[in-house]
């Protein structure tokens, strides 16, 4: 996925249309400041509503905590998540891996969002989102290296709760065997910080927490 310039019609549905797509959203991930503007500008025209878009498409349907998201849906979200991303791609080991496994990172969301006693849950949708996106990026690439890490992340991205919390969910070993941790970390911190009014100093802590926990952990 190299750099590409060429015209693209949004109202086209064909295959080499949906592959310069994929092109320009590359370009926007890596370059700009604010992706989250380009975004936006394409959530409705007709191609993203396309498979495998559609997959992100569908992240404004799927309603998410108000305690926990007071900014709405997981599209809102995901479009502050990338935005902090992109602040931090430099820290990142690999930039264009990090602002892909950003931009998808919840595209498990939509098909396990439901309302549980009265509250909005998706669990699972960290497994099932690493699932999607690798069916996402194969129809686009073949660099299975790039696949990997980038659902290696969406897979592990929410560790730092699960292992911050102590809760049962946590693995630090199957994700140290996987992914780097400082990757899941990177992410972890804009997935926290893509929020409506997110305490950072809160969350901050909890990134020194978690790597840690990562660092003193013993089979």
């Not at 891996?97 to 498990?108: K, Q, Y």
């Not at 070993?173 to 100093?201: F, I, S, W």
Request: proline share 4%.
């Amino acid at each position: 996925m190299q750099l590409k310039q060429k015209e693209i019609n949004y109202n086209l549905l064909d295959d080499e249309t949906k592959e310069i797509l994929l092109y320009e959203i590359n370009n926007h991930l890596l370059m700009d400041e604010k992706p989250s503007e380009y975004f936006n500008s394409i959530l409705d025209v007709p191609i993203f509503q396309e498979h495998p878009f559609c997959m992100l498409y569908n992240l404004k349907k799927a309603e998410q905590s108000p305690v926990h998201h007071p900014e709405g849906n997981a599209w809102n979200h995901t479009m502050l998540v990338v935005d902090y991303a992109a602040n931090k791609k430099q820290k990142s080991k690999n930039e264009k891996v990090f602002m892909w496994a950003a931009l998808l990172h919840d595209i498990g969301k939509p098909p396990t969002t439901k309302v549980r006693k009265g509250k909005i849950t998706s669990y699972d949708h960290e497994k099932v989102g690493a699932v999607m996106a690798r069916e996402f990026l194969e129809k686009f690439t073949t660099d299975e290296s790039f696949i990997n890490e980038v659902c290696s992340l969406i897979r592990w991205h929410m560790q730092i709760l699960h292992v911050v919390k102590n809760l049962p969910f946590g693995n630090i070993k199957d994700m140290k065997e996987e992914t780097d941790v400082n990757e899941v970390a990177l992410l972890g911190h804009c997935d926290r910080l893509g929020r409506k009014n997110p305490d950072v100093e809160k969350e901050t802590n909890n990134i020194e927490v978690f790597l840690k926990k990562c660092m003193d952990f013993k089979e």
